[in-house]
């Protein structure tokens, strides 16, 4: 097949509706109010680690979102949507914030299980009194170490543990709930995609027309899920976010690197890979969960099942055949 270079596009007008990748429209998308939602249960956003000594991964296939981003030392990081955990399935390995967490954490009003942060991004967590629950926190409730890893890879809760803690906490939302559904007709044929998440993190996506499905892989080898029996996951949508970071002008971890942000607020360009074909988007984020339109302007809904959502350098190269 021939290889192609799916380069980032000159930016999109914006239009007056907004999907979901998490649901509702950011305020600036909004033309005119709507009724207020009543409320309901927020979801659960999870810190999973994707550093060497984390695999295999458990509870990702169950996640609604996963979003995967840059950290310090050019690994990546996991936060994990879950808008109606239930079951023992099992989630990890669990471990710390980032600032961009906290973006998330703010734009879907969701509950962050995290194992700790750092003391700048601590700080925030407590001055906004943002709905976080940590090991050092939850008394034993909600997490449980696996004595069969080696620490830190080896904390773990499970969606039923999700879900007693929003119940407890009465962690609510009043936006629509999600809306999945089929994506517009066109786009481009993708059968597979590869690009750099970091530096030293190259992702590739290979689709599967019988299950239509993608299987994540990467330098380590495949990406599976140990809750699944060791199975690959399954993407249904992949999402490339282009977006910028930058040093954050704190202290991150115990080595001394710079904390990062990234400039996710307002709108950028995207790019969607779903049911084999590519997609030119916009993807929008305020006060709601992140949204995404077309290139003809209207809300881009996806189909119901695990999206991953990559937040990539907005310049980022993505070879396709």
């Given at each position: 097949m021939a290889i192609r270079l799916h380069l980032p596009r000159a930016p999109l007008a914006l239009a007056a509706v907004c999907l979901l990748v998490g649901t509702a429209c950011s305020a600036q998308l909004e033309p005119a109010p709507s009724p207020t939602p009543s409320a309901r249960l927020a979801p659960a956003l999870v810190q999973v680690e994707n550093a060497p000594g984390s695999r295999p991964q458990s509870g990702l296939q169950r996640a609604d979102l996963v979003f995967e981003y840059l950290t310090e030392g050019g690994i990546s990081r996991f936060t994990a949507v879950y808008w109606n955990p239930s079951g023992a399935v099992r989630i990890g390995p669990v471990r710390s914030a980032r600032l961009v967490t906290l973006r998330m954490v703010r734009?879907?009003?969701?509950?962050?299980f995290?194992?700790?942060?750092?003391?700048?991004?601590?700080?925030?967590?407590?001055g906004e009194q943002m709905p976080a629950i940590g090991e050092s926190s939850d008394g034993g409730r909600y997490f449980a170490r696996d004595r069969s890893r080696p620490a830190p890879h080896n904390l773990f809760t499970t969606?039923?543990?999700?879900?007693?803690?929003?119940?407890?906490?009465?962690?609510?939302?009043?936006?629509?709930?999600?809306?999945?559904?089929?994506?517009?007709?066109?786009?481009?044929?993708v059968d597979r995609l590869n690009f750099p998440q970091t530096t030293s993190h190259d992702v590739t996506y290979a689709y599967d027309p019988a299950s239509r499905t993608y299987a994540y892989a990467d330098e380590s080898g495949?990406?599976?899920?140990?809750?699944?029996?060791?199975?690959?996951?399954?993407?249904i949508s992949v999402v490339l976010v282009r977006v910028a970071h930058h040093g954050a002008g704190y202290t991150e971890d115990v080595l001394g690197a710079e904390g990062i942000d990234f400039d996710l607020a307002g709108t950028g360009g995207a790019d969607v890979y779903t049911r084999g074909k590519h997609l030119t988007a916009r993807w929008s984020l305020g006060q709601r969960p992140m949204a995404?339109?077309?290139?003809?302007?209207?809300?881009?809904?996806?189909?119901?099942?695990?999206?991953?959502?990559?937040?990539?350098?907005p310049e980022v190269q993505v070879r396709t055949s």
């Open positions: 734009a879907f009003g969701g509950l962050l995290l194992s700790g942060a750092s003391d700048h991004v601590q700080a925030q967590i407590s969606n039923d543990q999700l879900r007693e803690a929003l119940v407890a906490q009465q962690v609510k939302v009043g936006y629509p709930a999600p809306v999945t559904g089929e994506p517009p007709a066109g786009g481009d044929r495949p990406l599976v899920d140990a809750a699944e029996g060791g199975r690959r996951i399954a993407v995404l339109q077309g290139v003809d302007g209207r809300s881009l809904t996806l189909p119901a099942g695990l999206t991953w959502i990559h937040l990539v350098d």
